[in-house]
């Protein structure tokens, strides 16, 4: 597995494997790997040449400097990971160097779709994935590119930004993977503490309950969403931040509902704030 740290370093490695005739996957993320990441690099190993992988904690999408260091880090233990999974091509910048004039001044500003759900809990967040996605998208050139859809905002997000802005691209969302009670895997679950983490798992029963509600019949969105509303509400560890039904594609809620939906939560459990999803059909 070659190692690089510059931008420069990469855009030359990935239009070597281009030139090559290599089908290039990039996979970005911000390490502390999980089982959900190793998928993410499985996919792309299995579809593709070589495997890139960006490692990189981007401060821009954080809302404050306290959620930024909190963000758990082993940059040795992910690299054993991902030469584990297949990855030929690993990029590990620092943030002068993805940032080198500071927090730039020219940023991606992703639209309505960001605006809403995550987008409004967490102002410019978006904008901060989009940007760091943007420059990375950019520095690799023509790919596919791996996203889990544990961050169905976030992926419809980069989908919109690669059609808008005709980037040579191939946005490929992969599956949610699940620990054993359901808990959606995530970099921030080993911030839990044992109480917390037993409680963590109250998100996938909701969404559990909401799934229910629209099989047995529910089509408005308030009796769905109460369902969900109502199995957070008995966990007392956890604190519900939304929980709603939508159009996967528009992140509007039907009416009535019907087709391909896809139920969303987030909730503040003890210190760490945790999203998850699900789709249905209906």
């Known amino acids: 597995m070659e190692v690089v740290v510059t931008r420069d370093e990469f855009r030359k490695a990935t239009s070597a494997a281009r030139a090559a005739g290599s089908r290039l ?15 993410l690099l499985q996919a792309a190993a299995s579809s593709c040449d070589v495997v890139a992988a960006s490692i990189f904690v981007n401060p821009l ?12 880090a082993n940059l040795e233990l992910d690299m054993a990971m991902a030469q584990a999974a297949g990855v030929g091509l690993l990029f590990a910048p620092s943030v002068s160097e993805m940032y080198p004039r500071g927090e730039p001044e020219t940023r991606v500003e992703p639209g309505g779709l960001a605006d809403r759900l995550e987008g409004a809990s967490r102002p410019g967040h978006f904008a901060g994935v989009a940007t760091v996605v943007t420059k990375l998208l950019s520095l690799s050139g023509r790919c596919g590119a791996y996203f889990g859809e544990k961050d169905f905002q976030q992926l419809a997000v980069v989908r919109r930004l690669v059609a808008d802005l005709d980037l040579d691209v191939e946005i490929v969302g992969c599956p949610t993977v699940r620990e054993p009670d359901g808990l959606a895997c995530s970099s921030r679950n080993r911030l839990l503490g044992p109480d917390d983490r037993r409680a963590a798992g109250v998100l996938f029963k909701a969404l559990g309950a909401g799934r229910a509600a629209l099989v047995t019949g529910a089509r408005h969105s308030a009796e769905v969403e109460a369902a969900m509303v109502a199995v957070v509400a008995a966990e007392p560890r956890a604190r519900l931040d939304y929980a709603v039904v939508v159009d996967p594609v528009t992140f509007e809620s039907p009416a009535p509902l019907s087709g391909g939906l896809r139920l969303l939560i987030a909730a503040q459990v003890g210190p760490v704030r945790l999203i998850d999803n699900l789709g249905v059909e209906t």
């Open 25 to 39: 996957g990039l996979v970005p993320t911000m390490g502390a790997f999980h089982e959900g990441h190793m998928s």
């Open 61 to 72: 999408q954080f809302s404050s400097a306290a959620d930024l260091a909190r963000y758990p």
